[in-house]
C-alpha cells in the first residue's frame, strides 16, 4: 500500500484550477492554506455565523452565490456591525471556497459594488482604541500593590507593552528565553508577529527609563526574578492563594482578552490592548521622531500605518498653532 505522505497534493487556487504538486511540498502547502492560528479561529465564527444564514434562507453555503454573500453581508451592517468586521467575513467565505477548490462569490464585481457602499454608510474609518499619555501611565503604575506578584507582572506587561510597541499576541506569546538583557538595552526577540508570519529573526529593543518605577527594563527583570524561572511562558496567569494571600505565578498564559482587561482595570474602560501600540506612535510622532525610527521598533511596514496609529486628532495637544512664536 502507498505511503499517503508520498502521495501528490492538489492545491485548490483562485482561479479554481487544482495545482497538483510534489508530496514534498505537502506540509507547506497545508501551513499556506491555513494560515495563522487567530486567523483560524477568527473564520471559523464567522463561518459558523455565515451557514447558519444560509439556512435560515435555505440557500446553498458552498459553493454560494453571490447574491447570498451580498444578502449576508447586508445583514450584517444592518446589525451594527463593523465594516472592518463584515470584510472579514467575506474574507472567511472566500477562503472556504479556496479550501474546496470551488468558484469563489467574493471576487464578483457585483458583491465589491454591495460591499463599497456598505463602506459609505458605515464609514470605513473604525473606532479606534484612544492613546494615553505618559502621566496616564505612571499613574496606574503608582496605583498597583508592587508587593504582590500580581502587580508586578501588571506594571512589568503594561510598562514593556508601550515601551515596545506590542500587540497583546506578541505579549502573550513571549517566553522567558525571548528576553536578553544587554548593557543598552532588553532585547526582545520575536519568534513570530502579524507582520512576521514566516518566523524571521526579528528584536524590539526596550531602554532604561531615569526613575527605577517607570522602567520597563526594571520591571521585567523584577518580574522574571519573581517567576523564579528560567523557560516557558513570561507572561501567565496566577494561581489562585489562600484566603487573604496573595496568588504565585502560575504556568498557563496569559489570553490575549486577558491583557484587553488588564489594561483596561489598570488605565480605565476607555483603553484597550491596542492602546499599548497607538500611545508608542502618538507619543514618539509628538517628540518628533521619524516613522524610520518608529518603524523600526513597531515593525510597521509603510508610512501609512504610522498615520493610521498616531493618535493627533485632539486639537489641544497636537497643533502647530502653538508654535507661532506670538
Not at 526613575?211 to 496566577?238: K, N, S
Amino acid at each position: 500500500m502507498e505511503n499517503p505522505s508520498s502521495l501528490p497534493v492538489l492545491i485548490p487556487t483562485r482561479t479554481h484550477a487544482l495545482v497538483e504538486m510534489p508530496a514534498s511540498v505537502g506540509r507547506y502547502a497545508e501551513a499556506g492554506l491555513q494560515g495563522a492560528a487567530n486567523t483560524q479561529r477568527g473564520y471559523a465564527a464567522d463561518l459558523r455565523s455565515f451557514e447558519d444564514y444560509c439556512q435560515h434562507h435555505q440557500v446553498s453555503y458552498l459553493p454560494a452565490a453571490v447574491t447570498t454573500v451580498a444578502g449576508y453581508a447586508s445583514q450584517l451592517a444592518d446589525r451594527g456591525k463593523k465594516f472592518a468586521t463584515i470584510r472579514r467575513h467575506v474574507a472567511a467565505i472566500a477562503k472556504l471556497h479556496q479550501l474546496a477548490g470551488q468558484p469563489s462569490p467574493t471576487t464578483h464585481e457585483a458583491l465589491g459594488v454591495v460591499l463599497d457602499g456598505i463602506g459609505r454608510v458605515l464609514g470605513k474609518r473604525q473606532r479606534q482604541a484612544p492613546a494615553f499619555t505618559v502621566a496616564e501611565l505612571k499613574q496606574a503604575v503608582r496605583a498597583m500593590n508592587l508587593t504582590t506578584p500580581t502587580g508586578l507582572r501588571d506594571r512589568a506587561l503594561l510598562l514593556l507593552g508601550f515601551a515596545g510597541a506590542f500587540r497583546r499576541s506578541e505579549l502573550v506569546a513571549l517566553n522567558v528565553e525571548d528576553v536578553e538583557l544587554t548593557r543598552q538595552a532588553l532585547l526582545i526577540h520575536l519568534q513570530r508577529s502579524k507582520t512576521n508570519q514566516y518566523g524571521e529573526a526579528e528584536d524590539k529593543a526596550v531602554f532604561y527609563a531615569p526613575t527605577a518605577d517607570y522602567c520597563p527594563v526594571r520591571a521585567v527583570q523584577e518580574w522574571i526574578e519573581c517567576l523564579g524561572r528560567t523557560t516557558g511562558p513570561l507572561f501567565t496567569r496566577m494561581n489562585r492563594g489562600a484566603a487573604g494571600v496573595p496568588g504565585r505565578p502560575g504556568l498557563a498564559r496569559l489570553s490575549d482578552q486577558s491583557v484587553n482587561d488588564l489594561v483596561q482595570r489598570h488605565l480605565g474602560p476607555a483603553y484597550s490592548a491596542h492602546s499599548l501600540r497607538a500611545s508608542f506612535v502618538t507619543i514618539a510622532v509628538e517628540a518628533g521622531q521619524s516613522n524610520k525610527a518608529i518603524k523600526n521598533q513597531t515593525k510597521q511596514k509603510t508610512d501609512a500605518m504610522i498615520e493610521r496609529y498616531a493618535r493627533l486628532d485632539d486639537v489641544k495637544r497636537f497643533n502647530a498653532a502653538q508654535y507661532l512664536g506670538l
